[in-house]
């Protein structure tokens, strides 16, 4: 994958958030363009390394899949990637009976489009770290807004003790942590921060050492 494919892909992954940036932010106030662009922002302001910042703006990708405009954008997106064109079908279906799982799908596409395992797990993450956090800080499920405290019925609800201490064991556990509380937190109405701009040289450079270390093992 050159520079020219890596930029085409980034170009049209950002579409897809731009496409999306009328869309409201679940229970909130602001959409979810701003909702994204506010998590990557934190994940800047915290000094944190390039694939932890592209995985807070990419965090909900997989909610951005709700008209078929942005479907066929994420078609093509995974398309100049060569990606299976029957494989990506079939999860465009899946999304279209509704978001359940956006953290999957989010990170099943992002992996496609060639983006590193470590953006994809903590993508895949941000869900589960819910089940986490309210195990481990009843407060924090008091915090919860109502939608959200419906969802973690759905999935899963908190986590066992066990499940705990295996979550803590996992060496990206604080990085899995940090997401969810910048996503939980990306919901100021009116505020500054980077446009998506800034982070199409950060998504294209990654994608291209994403190849360049496939092409050389
Ligand atoms: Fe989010």
Same mark, same amino acid.
Request: hydrophobic share 40%; charged share 20%; with cysteine.
């Given at each position: ?15 897809? /958030? ?22 990557? @922002?934190?994940? /800047? ?12 703006? /990419? ?84 915090? /919860? ?45 009116? $505020?500054?921060?980077?446009? $998506? ?10 994608? $291209? ?5 496939? @092409? @050389?093992?």
């Amino acid at each position: 994958m050159d520079q020219v494919k890596c930029e085409q892909i980034v170009d049209n992954l950002f579409q897809v /958030l731009i496409q999306g940036s009328g869309q409201d932010y679940i229970g909130e106030r602001i959409s979810q363009l701003e909702h994204s662009l506010q998590a990557a @922002s934190q994940a /800047l302001d915290a000094g944190a390394d390039d694939e932890t910042v592209l995985a807070a703006l /990419l965090h909900d990708i997989g909610q951005f899949t709700t008209s078929p405009d942005q479907k066929q954008m994420l078609f093509d997106a995974a398309a100049l990637n060569e990606i299976d064109p029957g494989a990506v079908g079939g999860e465009v279906k899946q999304i279209s009976v509704g978001v359940t799982g956006h953290e999957r799908i989010g990170a099943e596409y992002l992996r496609k489009l060639g983006f590193s395992d470590k953006v994809a797990v903590l993508v895949e993450s941000h869900v589960p770290v819910k089940r986490y956090l309210t195990a481990k800080y009843p407060e924090y499920y008091e915090g /919860l807004s109502g939608a959200s405290k419906l969802s973690l019925k759905y999935q899963g609800g908190p986590y066992t003790a066990e499940q705990v201490q295996e979550f803590e064991a996992d060496p990206l556990y604080n990085l899995k942590v940090q997401i969810r509380q910048w996503d939980d937190a990306a919901k100021v109405v009116d $505020l500054k921060v980077p446009s $998506l701009d800034y982070y199409h040289p950060m998504a294209v450079k990654h994608l $291209l050492q994403q190849n360049n270390i496939a @092409s @050389s093992t």
